[in-house]
């Protein structure tokens, strides 16, 4: 069943983080101005008065090797990136923690995403890492580069590694990477809006020095946070309406 994702901005408040009401929850995850760091066992440290839920996630970054994959990771994480290409040679984890408020009712959730990034070429030369990096995962980045056309080309296949009846449902996003080198720029904006058209991916930009504000990765974890959290509530509601007709069991 084609899954229908939701509008940008319909489920949480895009945003946010430039409200008043979200300093408390935002501080959290910074240290003077920076984003914190958090190793696979930390996490923010909230006021006992204030109790906020937290989901988990696991997304997986997939793209030709040089795309970008270890950089938006640690864009999305507020680390420096990497001048020179270094070729990832085994998975890296990096822990995001992303506070989001649902405009439905209110309520405010953190999201921890545990991004999983593996060297396209290990992962080629190793066959055992590629289940091991689909196992319980919940969304896909697929990576290309704006000032690569062969990374752009090879988004059909990486998107078929991804497809089938074997694979449940997950969240598929795309991100074109270098958008800050438009004067090498490889990808005309026609060929972004004819493949969203034909896929029906959504494909977000990013390029350029990571910043110590949030701004410039808010649109992507927000976007993100929004497709995991609706993927849940369509999941739950058809799991509900199986047990309710006898033909399904709740995991
Ligand atoms: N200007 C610019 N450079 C970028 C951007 N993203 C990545 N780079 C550069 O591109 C090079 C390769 O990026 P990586 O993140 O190491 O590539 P990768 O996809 O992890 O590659 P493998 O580990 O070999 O699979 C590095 O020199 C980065 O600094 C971007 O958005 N803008
Ligand atoms: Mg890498």
Request: aromatic share 10%; net charge positive; charged share 25%.
């Amino acid at each position: 069943m084609a899954r229908v994702a939701p509008s940008c901005g319909s489920i949480v408040v895009a945003d946010w983080h430039q409200c008043k009401d979200s300093k408390e929850y935002f501080s959290r995850i910074l240290h003077k101005k920076r984003r914190k760091n958090f190793g696979l066992l930390e996490s923010p440290v909230m006021p006992p008065h204030v109790a906020v839920d937290t989901v988990h996630y696991k997304i997986f970054l997939s793209g030709k090797s040089g795309v970008g994959k270890t950089a938006l990771a640690a864009r999305l994480a507020g680390l420096n990136i990497p001048n020179l290409h270094y070729e990832t040679t085994g998975i890296e984890t990096t822990v995001v923690y992303w506070p989001v408020k649902l405009r439905e009712n209110g309520r405010v959730l953190f999201f921890r995403l545990q991004l999983w990034d593996c060297g396209e070429n290990t992962l080629r030369r190793f066959d055992h890492l590629l289940p091991a990096c689909k196992e319980q995962v919940d969304a896909v980045l697929f990576l290309f580069s704006f000032t690569d056309r062969t990374s752009f080309d090879d988004l059909s296949n990486q998107i078929a590694k991804w497809t089938g009846t074997s694979v449940r449902h997950i969240v598929k996003l795309v991100v074109g990477t270098k958008f800050d080198l438009f004067m090498h720029c490889d990808v005309p904006e026609r060929d972004v809006r004819d493949f969203q058209e034909t896929w029906n991916l959504r494909v977000l930009r990013v390029g350029g020095e990571v910043s110590d504000g949030l701004g410039d990765v808010a649109p992507l974890l927000n976007c993100l946070a929004e497709n995991l959290w609706h993927q849940d509530c369509v999941t739950a509601g058809s799991a509900n309406h199986q047990s309710q007709q006898g033909t399904g069991t709740l995991r």
